[in-house]
């Protein structure tokens, strides 16, 4: 029997016409009690039609298995790619919760840091190791205590206790049930220091209304694309803040640049640092459209003041590279001294 005529069914081809004659042009001997099947009016007797589908038949069914392995290899590797570029959580939003907390350790001192990057959103892959290294050598420097965690369980009232400034490192998504998001709103405006980091302002917080109200102020639009990252000025905005201090009165940086709705402004936040529209180019260029991301006002760094806590979220982040520059690495030093509640105010006067 040879190879194709084992590929198929026996018979299969033999199906329309007069079967008995199709087991002869197969070259297949009849199954013991084979009763040959009558001849269907779209079948012609003397086997022309079997001839023609034991040419064609193999053909298509040789395309289709291509097709059906093309398709299954496009999807897997599309797969691995939105992985690979840390989107799978876009496609797949969890809301996982973690439920067990985890053990803090015991040498935290009275100015810990909490760094927090759970996603449940988008991952960057890059900028969270780097930044957390750059957080952890900070806070071996300043002598702070220092704990880094994915686990949002974390997030209850006796362990935030332990830490004077949580940091959310491109934390994303939901990633905290509610009771953990309601103890770290009152560990945060009852004198507690918050830092958002990047996709700690993107848009997949909105389900956290407080959050997006009180420590973010501004809806996110979308970042620039085509190029994805590029070096731009930033300017120091309130140069005499506390933040602010032994920064000069503009750097550069090299970002995949958000933007948002409209400038935390507009909501009574306090930017500390904008970054020039006219330094790069402020568009989202992708499948051959150009979305104009321009705000005018273009804030990349501001804070506000909820109860007794403070908050700052900085838009900086995107690459582990961002973290390796001295005058960022100098604002996240004085971001966690200021947020933790240390020195001058910096919080605007409200009416
Ligand atoms: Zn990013």
């Known amino acids: ?25 197969c070259s297949q001997e009849l199954p013991v009690g084979y009763k040959p099947i009558p001849p269907r009016e779209f ?14 038949g193999p053909m298509v069914i040789k395309i289709l298995k291509w097709l059906l392995a093309l398709g299954l290899a496009f999807v897997l590797l599309s797969l691995a790619a939105i992985w690979y570029i840390g989107a799978w959580n876009i496609v797949f939003p969890s809301s996982q919760h973690d439920e067990v907390a985890p053990a803090l350790p015991t040498d935290l001192g009275d100015n810990a840091i909490l760094v927090f990057s759970k996603t449940n959103s988008f991952r960057h892959k890059d900028g969270i190791p780097g930044g957390n290294a750059v957080l952890k050598s900070l806070a071996e420097k300043n002598d702070w205590g220092h704990f880094a965690t994915e686990n949002g369980a974390a997030f209850n009232d006796a362990s935030l206790q332990k830490f004077s ?67 731009a000025t930033i300017n120091a905005e309130l140069a005499d803040h ?46 051959g459209s150009d979305r104009d991301l321009r705000m005018g006002d273009h804030p990349v760094v501001w804070i506000n003041c909820i109860g007794q806590g403070r908050s700052l979220y900085s838009a900086m982040g995107h690459w582990a590279s961002a973290f390796d520059i001295p005058e ?3 604002l996240l030093e004085n971001a966690v001294v200021w947020a933790r509640g240390e020195g001058p105010s910096g919080c605007p006067e409200k009416e």
């Open 43 to 56: 079948g012609a007797p003397d086997g022309t039609s079997c001839k023609y589908l034991d040419m064609l």
């Open 328 to 330: 960022y690495q100098q």
């Open 165 to 231: 400034v949580v940091i959310f490192n491109s934390a994303s998504g939901d990633m905290l049930s509610d009771a953990q998001e309601a103890a770290f709103q009152d560990w945060l405006q009852a004198g507690g220091g918050w830092i958002g980091i990047h996709a700690a302002g993107d848009s997949s917080h909105k389900g956290w209304t407080w959050y997006v109200d009180n420590l973010i102020g501004a809806d996110f639009t979308a970042h620039i694309m085509g190029p994805q990252t590029q070096a």
């Open 1 to 25: 029997m040879g190879g194709r005529d084992t590929a198929f069914p026996l018979g299969f081809f033999c199906f329309f016409g007069d079967s008995a004659s199709k087991y002869s042009s």
């Open 242 to 287: 506390p933040v602010m201090a032994g920064l000069p009165p503009s750097w550069e940086q090299e970002e995949e640049w958000y933007s948002w709705e409209e400038s935390p402004r507009v909501r009574g936040f306090t930017p500390l640092a904008t970054v020039d529209e006219t330094s790069y180019d402020p568009f989202q260029r992708i499948f």
